[in-house]
């Protein structure tokens, strides 16, 4: 298999963070080809794909096409499938797994075409090699992935494996974590870029604080992952990985971020946030504070300076009517202690929106698995000031 052949990357992503994955790949020197809800395409090999798996903030996985053929039924699934040469990318010594997108309206159960594609890459390998992989549901070895839809079919290796926002430091979760990726979208929409104060409130188990850390002191994310579903391909370079990971550790020793200050009341919550942040190795950047969020300590303000707030808003933890009290709170938090910031909040609740008191102007849209959220920002000027009275809501 030739790792330098540039063929599409289609790289997945949460409903809503496609707009700061295109962000990221450009920043990494790609163009985005298309534009959809849930992902990116570019062109790149599988080397490319490698980089990606470790620089990527906000994506799922990386996934490289190695064929596409017309495809009505099961039989020319099975066909078309056994016509790419999988002697050449896979070990009939590795562990095999496939996953799918169907649309299609013969198929009705989802794991068939799974079955099919399997079979058709295990009698090839058993032609070609005289062997055939083990095979499974466990995606942490060799990943093949089908895209069906229509009269097309689309085969790719999948090079991350296990997606890319679980990144392996949320050793304690605590309640209704954010995923990794998705604080990392929230926080690329803030402007964050670790040069001014960040001030995170009601932390939970830490992931706002610590994708915060990660993004200020330029430390690629998926250096805290050592396995990648691309290393089981044939043709992996290990020497040429390793000297990859170690160029990008080299390249973010020395940056430090601006003040990062987490606090929350709950001594568990606080207890998972320091830990998970000593897992991903940023537990030095963080301040870590008990206490209620309206008395978390706040830095003198600079230009850049973010206070963000990621509440509790009904669907999960507590009644929507408990909380129109904790939102107003965080208005006059707002209000009376973050003068000169930009204050953010999450939410999945819109009308608690309304009890903060501030009018936000911007809301931004962002998905929390199937709950549709908000990003909402407010500017909090020095002092009295004409844009203050116009904010109030």
């Not at 002697?87 to 799918?100: F, R």
């Not at 601006?258 to 919550?269: F, G, L, T």
């Amino acid at each position: 298999m030739d790792w330098d052949t540039k063929s599409t990357l289609r790289i997945s992503c949460a409903r809503g963070l496609a707009p700061y994955l295109e962000e990221e790949l450009r920043s990494l020197g790609f163009e985005p080809k298309q534009g959809v809800e849930t992902g990116a395409e570019v062109e790149g090999s599988l080397r490319d794909a490698l980089r990606l798996n470790l620089l990527l903030r906000t994506a799922f996985r990386v996934l490289y096409h190695v064929g596409s053929f017309r495809c009505d039924d099961g039989d020319q699934l099975y066909a078309g499938v056994q016509a790419l040469p999988w002697e050449t990318m896979i070990s009939p010594d590795e562990y095999l797994s496939v996953a799918s997108r169907v649309n299609h309206p013969t198929v009705t159960n989802s794991m068939w075409p799974n079955l099919k594609v399997k079979d058709a890459i295990v009698d090839r390998l058993r032609e070609t090699t005289g062997k055939r992989p083990e095979s499974g549901s466990s995606q942490e070895n060799v990943v093949v992935t089908l895209h069906w839809s229509g009269r097309e079919a689309s085969i790719y290796v999948d090079t991350s494996g296990r997606k890319l926002s679980d990144r392996g430091y949320r050793k304690l979760p605590h309640s209704a974590p954010l995923r990794e990726s998705l604080a990392a979208g929230i926080l690329l929409a803030c402007g964050y870029t670790g040069d001014a104060p960040l001030v995170n409130p009601m932390c939970g188990s830490g992931t706002l604080a610590i994708e915060a850390a990660l993004i200020g002191s330029g430390r690629a994310p998926g250096l805290l992952r050592s396995n990648y579903a691309a290393s089981h391909l044939l043709g992996f370079d290990s020497d040429a990985w390793l000297s990859l990971r170690e160029d990008l550790n080299r390249a973010s020793r020395g940056k430090t971020p601006a003040q990062i200050v987490a606090s929350d009341r709950d001594p568990k919550a606080l207890e998972a946030a320091k830990k998970n942040a000593q897992t991903a190795g940023v537990d030095q950047l963080i301040e870590f504070h008990r206490c209620e969020f309206e008395d978390t300590p706040v830095p003198e303000p600079v230009d850049g300076s973010i206070v963000i707030l990621n509440p509790e808003y009904g669907a999960r933890l507590g009644g929507e009517l408990e909380l129109e009290g904790t939102y107003g709170r965080i208005g006059d938090f707002f209000k009376q202690s973050c003068q000169g910031y930009t204050g953010w909040l999450f939410t999945g609740n819109r009308s608690l929106l309304k009890k903060v008191g501030l009018r936000a102007t911007r809301r931004l849209p962002f998905f929390n698995g199937d709950i549709e959220c908000r990003l909402a920002r407010y500017l909090l000027y020095r002092g009295r000031h004409r844009a203050n009275e116009s904010d109030r809501a």
